[in-house]
């Protein structure tokens, strides 16, 4: 059933606009309003209802009016098993379709899915999920193009929300997400889903299939990331991010890209390593699972050393970066409080176990001959950064200063008695 005609109150008070299939020998369908829904001096309220009953359902409300202005927000749930579908697809324009009001996807019932879709951009209400209710809710972006939640989500669900992309479009949420309920990324397409805003969530978030990026310094509030197989989290290029919580040995991919991540609580150094190894896979950084950097694996198979680097930072926090060889602190350049820290922590050519910081770069669990070649072998020293954001001017060299120039000198001299000790050993 498609309704074409405008609808429109111009009366104070509040008004209702209500979609309810009721009888179990309509188990499914499809209701359109391809007109304008407005209000003037009152409010209008939609409400999608699937009303109690015993066959499962699939019934669909969308919306593909281009201009609908009502306040009054929009609510559906539902009361029995299946699917309540709203799905906002506008034949043109890109935030027309829905309401300026809130949006709550569900309080009881039945799985509640929210599809964007046809020509949307944005969308500029608030999101309550499923607040007081235990059913499943989705919010997915259906055909090509990008879609941006730009007011607050707020999850308070006690059963998951699931985030998904299933074409090539993504789902951008770039306000807060705040509540406690589980979230869950699983996605069909190549779109990823992407976290920018600053968020309080606190409800775990797992990376089931497709990919999750974050984009801003603190996206997931307190939330614990688990990665697990088939599903990948990104950082967006040069981001500076920290989660409270990352497993990333669950069998998912973390891929730092050309960022920086902290990981504030509950990760150790031994377990960020042992995720580091795995996607480290053979020097090429293209393990399938672990911690890795797709950005090193492009330089490596262009032959430029690049790597994964990580930091202890010693009050319960670690962090791993995109890195190059030698840069023991990961501030993106290659300087001499870097040959000082090879030198002055004196693990070379000990056997003693060492971090990076201390310049085992090679995952080898010690400092030797090795890794001093790969210090040497960035010619990076000095140069100035070698990470430079997008846009920004590229890196600079410099001549080295006498000091550099003696611990090079040192850091060399070092290496070469090292060679000859196990030639003549």
Request: proline share 4%.
């Amino acid at each position: 059933l498609v309704i074409s005609g405008n609808v429109t109150s111009g009366n104070a008070g509040g008004h209702q606009l209500r979609f309810t299939p009721v009888r179990d020998s309509t188990p499914s369908s499809l209701l359109e309003y391809s007109g304008n829904i407005s209000n003037g001096v009152g409010s209008i309220n939609m409400v999608f209802r699937v009303d109690s009953g015993t066959t499962p359902h699939t019934h669909t409300l969308r919306l593909s009016g281009t201009g609908n202005t009502f306040t009054g927000g929009i609510t559906f749930n539902g009361g029995r098993p299946g699917t309540a579908t709203l799905e906002s697809s506008p034949a043109s324009g890109t935030t027309g379709a829905l309401s300026t009001g809130a949006l709550t996807l569900g309080t009881s019932g039945s799985t509640a899915t929210l599809n964007l879709g046809g020509s949307l951009s944005t969308v500029t209400e608030v999101c309550n999920i499923n607040a007081g209710g235990t059913g499943p809710r989705q919010i997915a972006v259906i055909g090509a193009g990008n879609r941006i939640l730009s007011g607050i989500v707020n999850a308070t669900t006690t059963g998951t929300l699931t985030l998904a992309c299933s074409n090539a479009g993504n789902l951008t949420i770039s306000n807060a997400i705040d509540g406690t309920g589980p979230i869950t990324i699983s996605s069909t397409g190549s779109g990823k889903v992407i976290f920018s805003g600053t968020g309080n969530f606190s409800g775990p978030t797992t990376v089931q299939a497709g990919g999750l990026q974050l984009a801003a310094g603190s996206p997931l509030g307190t939330s614990t990331i688990t990665p697990i197989a088939g599903g990948t989290l990104s950082l967006s290029p040069y981001a500076v991010t920290t989660v409270t919580g990352l497993l990333p040995n669950a069998g998912g991919l973390t891929d730092v890209g050309n960022g920086f991540m902290t990981v504030s609580s509950g990760l150790s150094a031994v377990d960020m390593v042992t995720a580091i190894v795995a996607g480290r896979g053979d020097g090429s950084w293209t393990g399938a699972s672990g911690i890795t950097s797709s950005v090193a694996a492009a330089d490596v198979a262009s032959s430029i050393p690049r790597a994964v680097g990580w930091l202890d930072n010693g009050d319960g926090s670690v962090s791993f970066a995109f890195a190059a060889p030698g840069d023991t602190n990961i501030d993106w350049q290659v300087d001499v409080l870097d040959a000082g820290n090879f030198l002055s922590f004196g693990k070379f050519d000990t056997g003693l176990p060492a971090t990076w910081q201390e310049g085992d770069f090679t995952y080898d669990g010690v400092v030797d001959v090795l890794d001093a070649a790969d210090f040497f072998g960035t010619g990076l020293y000095d140069a100035g950064t070698y990470n430079p954001p997008a846009g920004a001017a590229g890196a600079v060299a410099a001549v080295p200063e006498p000091s550099g120039l003696a611990l090079l000198a040192c850091l060399g001299g070092m290496a070469v008695a090292a060679y000859r000790r196990r030639r003549t050993a």
